[in-house]
């Protein structure tokens, strides 16, 4: 979970900086945006359409604290999962390089409510074995020399807008991809230079739209599948309308995580909050655990595992999910669990159910089991078989604990930190991951690897231990995994918390972890053991990364997590991602990667590289954007020469050739076998035959010969058309000639028939002949022109649809200076705010419950076009006003005492006005309608000054007449 940017007046002069910023990046938006619009096809492409007590410290001014519903579950009215069985289509990307970026500064940045977290046991542990010395040296992982900055302060620029950073980040065949809450970038693993970002979450999931593309809400898993050599990135998304909780996945198409996706948008609950997301590979599906919380996240309701339907994902196929709550015991729901997320590449036995394991919700002498089998076909199913494992984990202390309860200004900071920001300990959840490896042998020797925090010896003040265990299981589905060795980890009396354990191919193993106390900056160490060690000890500890700063005011998160993850390809190296700070503060986190590995280990065998090049033919051209995929799921991507590249593990595979975007119908050899060998190259090219693809790239307007020359279409005009077309196709175009029409009310199409020169694959041509259009002296300004242009070619033909806007352009509109005082009219509720600026797509209305004397003015506006238009408001405010104020638009009227009637759209932000100095929202209005825009007080406090401005107007000016005659 996460909290997001700070509003407090530390960080007045930066966020008036970054409002700046935003204004001049809004201005470039504004003039880009009617280019944008007439390229609409090639734009298609791209894109297709806590809450605790008042007042708690945990909430950051972004969000609203949700207001309970009547709709609100509780322990006694919740009825479990709704599983259902349709299956939810995908969208295909272009490669991720090629998408446009969404800057995390221009990101939205929702703060999630943090729910009430279950009370922890009230019982006593028994003492397990705990580790009290250092261990020796030769038993802890050495570094490799890598280590660079991840996504935080240090990075390009990057200012964190959310707290805590939710550490993620993942190891695979070439890249290192980190994703921290609501940015995430791709970095090369073997230099750390940087590919891509760093980027908002949902740039990636834009061209799913919906709650995915909107909403950037965070609480990230990366996850690499080591038996396919794809991605799996995900997100959630909290708070949506219709459906509340939603999963946003995104499954790579080959092994380069800049490369191509196939989207997902998964309902995890349409009601309630799920919470906390953690992702593991398994074989027959992505598992997922979450937390149940009722909508406003004031009741825990359940323990949930999740399973998606990887086969399908894999080939961007529809995909199911499947649900199953897990048991309770005396009546408490299960807390802080992960899946088993397989490490090693021998992957479990054929069938073997998943392993999900977590600490006992009423007992810290016992964890929890499950063991989750799924079945797909024609009618799915998942069954869970859940028993106990006799071992113990404990509470971590809680040194201040003065926070009204939430029991999260616990770990211990040098001065100038106060007690007061101390920093939360993830107490109750057994941390992430459940990493799990396949050995083999006879019988089969499974192991998973997990830790929790606890309490460490006695000290004043307490401090926090790591415990650690390896679980180990023989092949059976049904049985309890055996705890092979635990221990806890407390070599002194400094706190150490937030750890991620991963073993290596040779039984080693690497802990990571954070480390505080009153007099040790928050800084980033490792520690592990070989195998060969006595069991459950582990060796000395390292420094991977000094803490330089303390966290202060920053709403007591750390980390929430971080991520030990193991090479894929040598299957020893190490790659540790945490949170450290560079100065004193809060909201100004860093994160850092590095590398380890043990000098005994024997890397496996290397990884081969697959290589060729694919060919049109006959044309011989050199194809980009096929998809090369062998038999075990690894897959590459041509280039714009043709050529792909991607490593494999060692073996003989089937490999395919395939681009039905291009339409490629075959490809020559048609399934050829290849062999991979260690280290080696093997090379295999492809021909590809089909046809060409004619595509629209762009439509250029030019009415300066006989228009009015602003550069759009009004009416009574003659304007020329030029549109250019893209052979995306398999073959080279020639011979086009070609017939624009439209059914358009009140457009003539005057010159309607042109050729285009031959166009190889790749190429762009233009219609020789500009096309010619008429509107009539009655033509419904602002309505959008849909043409067909009719292509005809020696084999074959093709109709593309052409939407092109009118009228566009008109000047932008004036909210004058003002300010809200107590003579203006009062109201008796206003909007909440949910983060989440209204846009074009639309939005539900986020309801009232704030009661009080508000203070509000309206202003009128007009739609006076013949078709519904997208109007934007902006709203720009002086900071350090007395209150808040916000903003919402109503169709035709508006009724303070009904703030959901006529209802367009708001600002959805916290601070504006205080310390958020704009806010921008878009609205649809119906043609030939009037709209109000209402600025209020959020407070009964009256306001600074703001203006604002609204644009989305039409330009009316006529041209001067019909065509000349041809």
């Not at 891509?196 to 949902?202: D, S």
């Not at 490999?655 to 039905?660: E, N, P, Q, R, S």
């Not at 309505?783 to 070619?793: A, D, G, K, Q, V």
Request: aromatic fraction near 10%; glycine fraction near 10%; proline fraction near 8%.
């Amino acid at each position: 979970m996460k909290k997001n940017c700070s509003t407090r007046s530390a960080f007045f002069n930066r966020r008036i900086l970054i409002g700046v910023f935003l204004v001049i990046v809004s201005g470039i938006l504004a003039l880009l945006a009617f280019g944008v619009r007439l390229d609409s096809q090639k734009l298609a492409s791209l894109s297709a359409p806590k809450r605790g007590g008042a007042g708690a410290p945990l909430f950051k001014a972004p969000r609203e604290p949700l207001q309970g519903t009547s709709r609100d579950q509780t322990a006694a009215n919740y009825r479990g999962p709704r599983n259902n069985f349709r299956p939810v289509e995908s969208v295909q990307t272009r490669p991720l390089r090629q998408l446009p970026m969404i800057p995390p500064a221009l990101a939205t940045h929702p703060d999630i409510p943090e729910p009430v977290r279950p009370k922890l046991p009230t019982d006593t542990p028994a003492r397990g074995f705990t580790q009290t010395f250092s261990g020796r040296v030769l038993s802890a992982p050495s570094p490799t020399g890598l280590s660079w900055d991840g996504v935080g302060v240090g990075l390009a620029g990057f200012i964190p807008g959310s707290n805590p950073p939710d550490t993620n980040g993942r190891v695979g065949a070439k890249q290192y991809v980190q994703w921290n809450n609501t940015s995430f970038a791709v970095f090369n693993k073997t230099t750390g230079a940087l590919l891509y970002g760093p980027a908002a979450g949902n740039t990636l999931f834009q061209p799913l739209g919906g709650a995915c593309a909107t909403h950037n809400d965070g609480d990230p898993v990366v996850a690499f599948d080591i038996l396919a050599g794809r991605w799996i990135l995900s997100q959630f998304v909290v708070g949506a309308s219709p459906d509340f909780s939603h999963q946003c996945v995104a499954v790579s198409q080959t092994e380069d995580a800049t490369g191509a996706y196939y989207l997902y948008d998964f309902v995890t609950d349409p009601t309630n909050f799920v919470d906390y997301p953690k992702i593991g590979v398994w074989p027959d599906g992505y598992y997922m655990s979450g937390h149940v919380f009722n909508a406003s996240g004031t009741a825990y309701l359940a323990g949930r595992i999740f399973v998606f339907e990887r086969d399908k994902m894999l080939a961007g196929l529809p995909a199911r999910q499947l649900q199953a709550d897990l048991k309770t015991y005396s009546n408490k729901p299960q807390y802080g669990f992960l899946p088993s997320d397989l490490d090693s590449l021998t992957p479990p036995p054929a069938g073997e159910a998943a392993f999900v394991i977590g600490p006992h919700p009423t007992s810290v002498n016992r964890l929890a089991s499950a063991r989750v089998a799924v079945t797909w076909g024609g009618a799915p199913s998942i069954r869970l078989t859940e028993s106990l494992i006799q071992e113990t984990w404990g509470k971590a202390p809680c040194v201040n604990d003065t926070d009204a309860g939430d029991h999260r200004d616990c770990v211990p900071e040098p001065p100038p930190a106060l007690p007061g920001d101390y920093v939360d300990n993830l107490s109750f959840h057994l941390m992430y991951r459940l990493a799990y490896r396949n050995f083999g042998g006879n019988p089969v020797q499974e192991s998973l690897v997990g830790n929790v925090t606890v309490k460490g010896g006695n000290s004043k003040p307490d401090h926090g231990a790591i415990r650690w265990y390896e679980f180990r299981n023989a092949g059976n589905s049904t049985t309890t995994p055996t705890v092979f060795q635990a221990s806890t980890y407390d070599p002194d009396k400094t706190y150490r918390w937030m750890g991620s354990i991963a073993m290596d191919k040779d039984h080693n193993i690497a802990l990571g972890y954070s480390k505080s106390s009153p007099t040790v900056i928050p800084s980033i160490f490792i520690t592990g053991r070989l195998s060969t060690d006595p069991l459950n000890t582990l060796g000395s500890e390292a420094q991977v990364q000094a803490g330089i700063g303390v966290q202060q005011a920053g709403g007591n998160r750390w980390g929430d997590y971080s991520a030990m993850t193991v090479d894929p390809v040598d299957q020893c190296t190490f790659y540790y991602t945490n949170e450290y700070l560079k100065t004193n503060g809060s909201f100004n986190w860093s994160a850092r990667i590095a590398s380890y590995r043990f000098p005994s280990c024997t890397s496996a065998p290397a990884w081969g590289t697959l290589t060729g090049t694919v060919r049109s033919s006959p044309s011989n051209a050199p194809l980009s954007g096929v998809i090369v995929t062998l038999s075990n799921g690894y897959a590459g991507a041509t280039n714009s020469s043709g050529v792909y590249s991607f490593l494999v593990p060692p073996g003989t595979y089937t490999a395919t050739a395939a681009d039905a975007d291009r339409n490629c119908t075959s490809a020559s050899p048609p399934s050829p076998s290849v062999t991979i060998t260690s280290g080696g190259t093997t090379t295999q090219n492809f021909s590809m035959v089909g046809t060409s693809n004619l595509q629209e790239n762009s439509v250029t307007i030019n009415d300066a010969p006989s228009g009015n020359g602003n550069g759009v279409i009004n009416s009574n005009e003659c304007v020329n058309l030029n549109i250019a077309l893209k052979n995306n196709g398999c073959a080279n175009a020639t011979g086009i000639s070609a017939t624009l029409t439209t059914s358009t009310p009140g457009v003539t199409v005057t010159q309607g028939s042109s050729i285009y020169p031959d166009m190889p694959i790749d190429v762009i041509g233009t219609n020789s002949t500009p096309f010619q259009i008429q509107t009539s002296n009655s033509f419904a300004c602002g309505t959008e022109i849909e043409f067909e242009l009719n292509l005809r070619f020696p084999n074959g033909s093709k109709t593309i649809p052409v939407i092109v806007p009118t009228c566009t352009g008109g000047p932008n509109q004036t909210i004058p200076p003002s300010t809200l005082t107590t003579s203006d009219l009062t109201q008796s509720d206003r909007l909440g705010r949910d983060g989440q600026p209204s846009g074009c797509s639309g939005k539900a209305c986020p309801g009232g419950g704030f009661p009080g004397t508000k203070f509000y003015k309206t202003y009128n506006f007009t739609n006076e076009s013949a078709a519904d238009a997208c109007f934007t408001v902006t709203i720009n405010a002086a900071l350090g006003g007395q209150g808040d104020i916000e903003s919402a638009a109503y169709v035709n009227s508006y009724n303070p005492a009904d703030l959901c009637q006529n209802y367009l759209g708001d600002t959805g932000v916290v601070g504006l006005g205080t310390t958020v100095p704009n806010a921008t929202y878009s609205f649809i209005v119906p043609a030939h309608s009037d709209f109000v825009v209402v600025v209020n007080t959020t407070g009964t406090t009256t306001s600074s000054e703001f203006s604002g401005t609204v644009s989305g107007f039409f330009d009316f000016n006529p041209g001067p007449g019909p065509c000349p005659a041809h």
